[in-house]
């Protein structure tokens, strides 16, 4: 519920923080006759998103016990890297997102309600699709229980009221502080899907040490105990652990999060 709740807040409140910036710059420019395309683009890029989520869980529920860890294997990886990605892009890109978008908007308008919600699609569906990946290789590595599902809707829920009063400038909120915070257990979630992907590919026999445990507490701690689903589903802990999935699980943790949370370098330009 935890993991699931930090991923639905993180990128749910993006994505409502980039529909503000949208809207804002629409009724700044006396232009609301134009907020049905871009609602119309933001509502197909939720529906592609609900659409990629429904599409993973239906494919994988089709396939034979090898095809699905392969399955679960290589979409853990994919969305490790996606969201990767995406949170050193929203770090370096957060000051000018939205200028950036602003002037997409300005482009988008001379051309038409199309290229309109062809542009909201866009900016919604990045953080939609990703969102969707990322929630459904979560979901098999805690496993899709209903506390998962609630931590999903809860998250989503609390990021567009969120996304609502930092719009009406009812709540001021430390975005930089925020997403640092966010960022930083994105990263500690996506070191456990990692984990688990190391798993599934072992089980495959695709990669080595899959009998070699680091630890096994299967004998006091039940794989489905409270503590034990509790600490996999926020750190990525498994009740039996083999040293490949320490050894990627840690080495992940470390370089990212030093990575991430090294100050930026300034450049001497912009001292002088």
């Not at 038409?112 to 866009?122: E, N, S």
């Not at 969120?162 to 400038?169: D, E, S």
């Amino acid at each position: 519920m935890l993991s699931t709740f930090v991923i639905a807040l993180r990128e749910g409140l993006e994505a409502a923080l980039i529909v503000g910036i949208l809207i804002a710059y629409i009724v700044k420019t006396q232009r609301r006759q134009l907020l049905v395309p871009l609602w119309t683009g933001v509502a197909l890029a939720i529906i592609a998103s609900f659409g990629l989520g429904g599409f993973l869980s239906f494919t994988s529920a089709e396939l034979t016990p090898k095809g699905g860890a392969f399955f679960a294997g290589t979409t853990s990886f994919l969305a490790v890297g996606f969201v990767t990605w995406m949170v050193f892009w929203m770090r370096s890109a957060s000051r000018g997102l939205r200028e950036e978008l602003n002037s997409k908007m300005e482009k988008a308008l001379i051309t038409g309600p199309i290229a309109l919600a062809t542009t909201a699609f866009f900016a919604v569906a990045r953080e939609g699709l990703e969102t969707a990946l990322f929630v459904y290789a979560n979901f098999k590595t805690v496993a899709a229980t209903s506390n998962a599902s609630i931590g999903l809707v809860l998250g989503f829920a609390v990021a567009i009221i969120l996304g609502a009063l930092v719009y009406n400038r009812s709540v001021k909120l430390n975005l930089a502080r925020f997403f640092t915070y966010t960022s930083i257990a994105l990263i500690v979630v996506a070191a456990g899907v990692l984990s688990y992907g190391v798993h599934e590919f072992q089980e495959l026999g695709w990669l080595p040490g899959a009998d070699s445990f680091a630890w096994d507490v299967t004998s006091w701690m039940a794989n489905d105990s409270l503590l034990a689903t509790i600490l996999g589903g926020t750190v990525g802990f498994d009740t039996t652990t083999s040293w490949l999935q320490l050894l990627i699980w840690s080495g992940y943790l470390l370089f990212t999060l030093m990575t991430y949370l090294r100050p930026a370098r300034v450049s001497l330009s912009t001292t002088r």
